[in-house]
């Protein structure tokens, strides 16, 4: 079958098997590796991706079900060759370590901050419970993306 | 390996019936996918042999919210964050709200719906008990017939329900319970986040004058299907609201979920938790820091 959808601010098409998830769509189709596979049944997170405004796992969302939709991945929200905000707090606050589940990570902040830019520390908690890292503790990243949110201006 | 040939995506309810009017087993209707894919990806004998997905999310039909007359309509496949997010719930049915909170991870609830919560009545689906306190019912659409049936009724066994192959849940109905109602939900986990319900229980309760006028107990994952107990429910009915028929109340409780369980290895631990959770949550109730 054939889709059309937004990657990343770009219209694209792709021609894909039914069975293929966004996930294999992301990393073997359009090279975006930066998404991860951990644990392939939406408990860790790593996949996570923007979907039409909201995180969602990747690894539980059939490519066919994108027709139409908008998609954001990790390699999406620098701009003009210049880190987003937290990407760039993320590396300052040591969040980020061995780095399997930064791009998860990044991308469920990044869609916390979309809808709500002065989130408190309970519901950045609240946005990344979904997603697990077994190296920094949680503390750097929430600290990081405190940090963002007083940066980005929208 | 994902047996999945096609998916198609239609656009009403009509057409979703069409499609699964000639049901040979071969296809299976998708909303959120947070349960099926996993599936898939388990080889659970679930889904053996599904050629055909049916994605039902871009049937606007099926995710509206509407209120009319104090009943009030959800589309079977709203996601839990639309739940969150909708005043008319938050306002009029506040434990499926709560308990909708509790459910997976943002990525999660951001993609499961509310009838793919139930559609396989697996024990530990965290909306049941909520709705069947509210006495919720499901209207079951095919392409010749519609029907409405109480979900208690719906749901018949574990994995079990009354569903045909060719029929599709489109909608849940749910009287608002009168304002005299007070009431909450827990769930107990093994962690705070993306945790499947070990025990689940939902209260809704009626005082006038210091007498139980009614009560209306549910719970999920603690018996083998979401169910209500309509006897514990009678047998606290009249008595004055007070701590030790509180304790009565739990303890009944507890004795009916082991009727209804059997003894399993977990009961030694899970009744007495399950009378405590009761007994809290009535007490809660009692000092009014309760939800509603
Ligand atoms: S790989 Fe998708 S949630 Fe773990
Ligand atoms: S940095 Fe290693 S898992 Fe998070």
Excluded at chain 1, 33 to 44: A, D, L, P, Q, R
Excluded at chain 2, 30 to 55: C, K, Q, V, Y
Excluded at chain 2, 250 to 266: D, H, N, P
Aim: charged share 25%; aromatic share 6%; glycine share 8%.
């Amino acid at each position: 079958m054939e889709i059309r959808f937004t990657l990343n601010n770009n219209k694209v098409t792709s021609a894909i098997e039914p069975n293929l998830r966004l996930i294999d769509l992301l990393r073997d189709k359009f090279n975006l590796t930066g998404t991860k596979e951990g644990c392939s049944i939406g408990e860790c997170g790593a996949c996570t991706v923007i979907m039409n405004g909201k995180a969602v796992n990747s690894c539980l969302v059939f490519a066919g079900q994108c027709e139409g939709a908008e998609i954001i991945t990790i390699e999406g929200i620098e701009k003009d060759g210049k880190l987003h905000p937290l990407q760039e707090n993320f590396l300052k606050s040591g969040a980020v370590q061995c780095g399997f589940c930064t791009p998860g990570m990044i991308m469920s902040a990044y869609a916390l901050l979309m809808e709500n830019p002065t989130p408190t520390e309970e519901e950045i908690k609240d946005a990344i419970a979904g997603n697990l890292c077994r190296c920094t503790g949680y503390k750097q990243i929430i600290d990081a993306v405190e940090k963002s949110a007083k940066e980005v201006v929208r | 390996m994902i047996p999945v040939k096609e998916i198609l995506m239609p656009k009403s309810v009509d057409e979703v019936c069409r499609l699964i009017r000639d049901n040979n087993g071969l296809s299976k209707i998708i909303a959120g996918g947070t349960d099926i894919i996993p599936g898939f990806h388990i080889e659970s004998p679930r889904f053996e042999n599904i050629e055909r997905l049916i994605d039902i999310n871009n049937v606007d039909e099926l995710k509206s919210v509407s209120i009319d007359n104090n009943i009030i309509t959800i589309g079977s496949a709203i996601t839990f964050s639309e739940i969150i997010s909708s005043q008319i719930l938050s306002e009029k049915l506040p434990l499926l709200v709560k308990a909708s909170k509790t459910i997976g991870s943002t990525q999660i609830r951001n993609r499961a719906t509310l009838g793919g919560n139930f559609i396989n009545n697996a024990p530990c689906a965290d909306s049941v008990a909520p709705l069947l306190v509210y006495d919720s019912e499901v209207k079951i659409k095919s392409f010749t017939a519609e029907r409405i049936m109480k979900l208690q009724d719906f749901l018949v066994k574990p994995y079990g329900t009354r569903l045909k192959p060719d029929e599709i849940v489109s909608q849940i109905i749910v009287p608002v319970p009168a304002k005299s109602f007070r009431g909450d939900f827990y769930k107990l986990g093994r962690r705070r986040a993306v945790s499947i319900s070990r025990i689940s229980l939902a209260i809704l309760l009626d005082v006038d004058n210091g007498l139980i006028n009614q009560i209306k107990i549910a719970s999920g994952a603690v018996t083998p299907i979401g169910t209500r107990f309509y006897d514990v429910e009678l047998f606290a009915k009249g008595k004055n609201f007070t701590d030790e028929s509180m304790k009565e109340i739990s303890i009944k409780l507890g004795e009916r979920i082991l009727q209804v369980s059997g003894v399993r290895w977990s009961s030694e631990y899970k009744i007495p938790v399950v009378q405590q959770v009761c007994y809290q949550l009535l007490k809660k109730i009692e000092r009014g820091e309760n939800l509603i």
